[in-house]
């Protein structure tokens, strides 16, 4: 088995962030669509994109798509492709579903069909009419759309922003795999100086600190993909030493996260021990309109409260303008801020360079992006 389909799922939004770390990481083939991106690699390519995907949410294994208008349908195509190749005599495979657009709409019922039709074809190869289930994990899923139903096999488990660190979280946190998005699509580089002045748990700083060192965000976590029997052993232990290899831990970077909440503020100290970045990140308690900086071209980056809440929407909107006036105060900055509230630009009291729509979870919200002038080739 030489090359494989492989499918890193996308928060909507990231698609063309993840497609671009994919290309960056040299494979193949790479097409990018709604919530997902499709490239070609190998089982070293799978272990690696596991290991080094920060912003995907999940690598799956393309196993068989197809149209399917009848339950009968469905059966036969699923039951016709070629799992006895990837799921043991004892191995777990429970079917997960999902369904959009597509004639056959009972996701539960698509679940049943495609779960018989893999045990079906299962008994054939195996001689055998049961199968215990007390082996290693090979999570299916069947999602169709417009009637086309892609079959795959979830090779992360845990999602991608599992990254290992993050036991402790605070109030309105952002995934892991969105904060290292807000900071790709910025212009920060290890050179300049990112602050976080409303950091929580300190995700955002975390993050740049793993993407400053080159630090493989699934590095310190395990996937049931590295226990499958399908894939050699050697090809997990290359990419994991090849993480090691290309780690910059020696690297100085000027990463620097404010909170005025004292409690919140020892969770992300916490954090960051787990992440195994203890001194790399000066993580202060500091009230928003108290930040000063005689550093040049530094770059803000932060998760402020969105004012969901009615009750909370004054405070908010007080926090927004307070924003406004800081960091405009730091000319030579950058500033990228998420937010959901739609009043953000003539609160902050200047309109963005640019704005991207993501979702943070559930919510709506865009990705207001001002640049500051550009620094010189080489910042000292």
């Not at 029997?229 to 020696?250: G, K, M, N, S, Y």
């Amino acid at each position: 088995m030489s090359k494989i389909t492989l499918i890193a799922t996308a928060a909507f939004g990231l698609e063309a962030v993840v497609g671009r770390e994919i290309k960056n990481l040299g494979f193949e083939d790479v097409r990018v669509d709604n919530s997902k991106v499709t490239f070609t690699s190998d089982f070293k390519g799978l272990a690696r994109a596991n290991l080094w995907l920060r912003t995907a949410d999940r690598v799956k294994i393309l196993i068989g798509e197809f149209k399917a208008t009848t339950f009968d349908e469905l059966f036969e195509k699923t039951k016709a492709l070629p799992w006895a190749e990837w799921i043991p005599k004892d191995g777990q495979f429970p079917v997960t579903g999902k369904s959009i657009k597509s004639t056959l709409f009972s996701v539960s019922d698509c679940q049943a069909i495609v779960k018989k039709a893999v045990v079906e074809s299962l008994k054939q190869h195996y001689k055998t009419q049961w199968f215990e289930e007390k082996g290693e994990l090979y999570k299916i899923e069947v999602a169709l759309l417009k009637d086309i139903a892609t079959i795959t096999l979830d090779t992360s488990g845990a999602g991608l922003h599992k990254r290992g660190y993050r036991d402790w979280i605070g109030p309105a946190p952002i995934k892991e795999t969105m904060a290292a998005a807000l900071i790709q699509l910025s212009y920060w580089n290890p050179d300049r100086v990112l602050v976080d002045p409303l950091c929580g748990s300190g995700t955002i700083p975390i993050e740049a600190a793993l993407i400053g060192k080159n630090i493989a965000p699934g590095m310190n976590r395990t996937f049931p993909s590295e226990s499958w029997e399908v894939i050699p052993r050697q090809a997990w232990r290359e990419a994991r030493e090849e993480t090691h290899d290309l780690a910059q831990f020696d690297r100085k970077l000027e990463i620097i996260g404010t909170d005025i909440d004292d409690e919140i503020l020892k969770v992300a100290r916490r954090n960051l021990r787990e992440a195994d970045l203890e001194g790399e990140i000066h993580f202060q308690r500091m009230a928003l309109e108290d930040f000063r900086s005689s550093k040049k071209y530094g770059v803000f980056i932060c998760n402020p409260p969105y004012g969901e809440r009615l009750s909370d929407k004054k405070e908010v909107e007080s926090l927004y303008r307070t924003m406004g006036k800081v960091f405009r105060s730091h000319e030579s900055w950058s500033s990228y801020i998420i937010t959901s509230h739609p009043d953000f630009e003539r609160l902050f009291g200047q309109n963005s360079s640019r704005k991207r729509k993501l979702f943070n979870g559930d919510i709506e919200v865009h990705y207001y992006q001002y640049y500051g002038p550009k620094p010189p080739a080489k910042i000292k």
